[in-house]
DNA sequence: GTAACTGCAAAATATTTGCATCCTT
DNA sequence: AAGGATGCAAATATTTTGCAGTTAC
């Protein structure tokens, strides 16, 4: 087990992690980021929160990477349902309170729950 | 508007796809033609069956594009909900039954639902 | 004959790795 | 001091475009 270290760095993603609510493509975080560190370490560091727990991986359903911060999960205690809205003007990306009733064939055991709803968010709408 | 033709090439894209039930991706389909046409042409015979509404474009939740046959779709009129499993053993993406009740925050339009569940298929679970 | 289609090459992007140096502990 | 973290370079992989020759209509 690779002990994790507390940098300055860090911080500063997690920092613009916390101000935004909604999930952020690594484009977003390295337009904002890119005067203060290489956008190598910007990638190191979302993919090493994500292993800590720390942070969600979201794909949209466009295939652009997200990364949001786990705020109803525990460390390495991910929720295996994860629901989202996109809208398709600002783009971002947020969480979405939904149920859900799925009906799986026999046999089939269900892992994750992955749900991408795209549209326009309230803002974009008016 | 571009007036499509019938070539041998399509008609081998859509043998294939044909012959299999769940959505491909395209290092799939890519494996299976490459001695019969270029990469590069089956990259583009996919997404310009995607613009005719022939194929949907699947995104799974881990990033990768898959292509599916439009079953139920007419042509030029897709259906706004993608229901996908994934098995995550032998990686194949079937089509899912699913009803789903949505809370979308007040406002807000809804355009497109793209659910992916990932698991194990039946035959991998036995 | 016209214009779409194809193959090959290569440009443009995006993702990932190596390594020397720096910094946290 | 030890080993994780960072920056820079570059290797890999992926997606996309250009163009000349080919083929469907």
Not at 14 to 28: F, G, I, R, Y
């Amino acid at each position: 087990m690779i002990k994790k270290r507390n940098t300055p760095s860090k911080n500063e993603v997690l920092a613009v992690l916390k101000a935004n609510k909604t999930a952020m493509s690594q484009d977003e975080l390295e337009k904002i980021l890119k005067d203060k560190m290489d956008r190598v370490t910007i990638y190191r560091i979302l993919y090493s929160f994500c292993d800590d727990g720390i942070l969600h991986k979201v794909m949209s359903d466009e295939g652009k990477t997200y990364f949001a911060l786990c705020h109803d999960c525990e460390q390495g205690h991910h929720h295996d349902s994860h629901f989202h809205f996109r809208c398709t003007n600002c783009n971002t990306i947020e969480c979405l309170n939904a149920t859900l009733s799925l009906n799986l064939p026999k046999n089939y055991i269900q892992k994750e729950v992955n749900l991408m709803v795209s549209g326009l968010c309230a803002k974009c709408v008016a």
